[in-house]
C-alpha cells in the first residue's frame, strides 16, 4: 500500500480515515453540545439512534488507521505523539460509551434534569476530541523516523 | 503564515475540527430528512446549524490561510479546484433547501416522514460534503495537476 501509486491505496485510505473522523467528532460533538444544553429542544431519547453512526465512524478508522500503521509502522511507533493520540480517542470512547449509558441509557431521559455527569462528560468529550485531531495532525510533522532501516 | 512553524498545523487542525462541526450538524439533519431518527422532531434540530455555519466559517478563514500562504500550489491542483466547486454546488443546495422546502419541513414533528423533495435535497447535501471531505483530502496528492 505504501508504495503503490495508485490512487486507491494510501490516498484512498487516507480519505477514509478523514471521512470517518467526520461523522465520529461530528456527531459525537453535536450531541455534546445538545447535551451542554445548546437546541434543548432537541428530545434526547431519538438520539440515541444515531449513535451507530458513530460507532460506524469508529470502526472505519480503527480499521484505515491499522492500514496506515502497517503501511508506516516506524513512522508511528517511535512517535510519542502516536500514543498520546490513541491515548486520547480510548478516552474519548470510553467518554462516549459512558454518556450513552448514563444519559441515553435511561428509558425516559426527557422530562427530567440532566444528571450532571452527563454535561462534565460532555465538555470533557468535546476537550479530548479537539486534542486527538491536534495530535493526530502532528504526527505529519512531528515524527523522528520514517523506515526501520534509518 | 510562513513566518511561525505553528500556524500551518494548527489551522490544520481547526480546519478538521470545523469540518467536524459542519458534518455533525448538516449531516445530522440529512440524515433526520433521510428518515434516521424519526423519533426527533425537526425544527429544534435544525437549531444545531449555527454551529454548523460557525465550522464552515472557520474552515473559509482557515482556507483563506491555506491559500495566501501559497497560492501557486493550490491554483495548480485539480483536486482543489473540483473542491471549490462542489462547495459552490452545495452553497446552491442550501439555497434550494430554505427557499423551496424549509418552511414545510421545520413544521415535522415526532415520526413524520418528509415529502420527497426535501429527501433529494438531503441525499445530495451528503453526497456534496461527503464529497469535499475526501477532494480535501486528495489536495495533497494533486500538486501540479492543472
Redesign the interface.
Known sequence: MRESPSLLAFPAVLVLHTVGMGFLVGTNVAIDLRVLGFASGIPLAPIKRFFPVMWLGFWVNALSGLALLIAYPTKALTNWVFYVKLALIVLAMASLRTLGSQVFGDPEPDGKPLPRMGRILAGTSLLLWVGAITAGRLLAYTYVQLMAGE | MNHYVWVW?AS??LH??G???????V??LD?RMLG??????L???H??IP?GILGFIINLTTGILFFAGNPFRYIHNIAFAFKLLFIAVAGVNVLVFYLAVFRRTEALG?GEDTPLPAKIIAAVSLFLW?AV??L???IT?MDHTL
Open positions: 498545523p490544520e487542525s478538521f475540527f469540518l467536524s462541526l459542519l458534518i455533525g450538524t449531516g445530522l440524515l434516521m431518527a424519526k423519533m426527533l422532531p425544527a429544534p434540530l437549531r444545531l454551529w415526532p461527503v471531505m475526501c480535501g483530502r486528495l496528492f
